[in-house]
């Protein structure tokens, strides 16, 4: 696979809009996600895990009793890049379900 290269701040903005929900947090985007309650959260982070495995990208997580945190960077760019916003977009998806 071919190294990625951090996106720019213009092209950054640019697929931030097309996501409802995250924010720019430095070298991330982050959004909170909630549920009725620990059951649904915890389904929500396993189907999150198979996404990410599938991937080859893993966000990172924090998990409450009804609401998950996730977060993506590309660590190897330094920053954002394309696969960052791929992923909130196939996790936005899922939410959706």
Known sequence: MAPL????DSE???????LDGWARHATRIVKIF????????MAFVNAVA???HRS?????????YNH???????????GLTARDFD???KIDALFSL
Do not use: K, M, Q
């Open 50 to 52: 198979w996404i990410a």
């Open 87 to 89: 992923g909130a977009a």
């Open 68 to 78: 998950c945190t996730v977060s993506f960077t590309t660590h190897d760019a330094g």
């Open 34 to 41: 909630r549920f009725a309650n620990y059951y649904e959260t």
């Open 5 to 8: 290269n951090a996106l720019h």
């Open 56 to 64: 080859d990208h893993h966000p990172d997580l924090e998990v409450g």
């Open 12 to 18: 950054i903005a640019t697929r931030l809009a097309t």
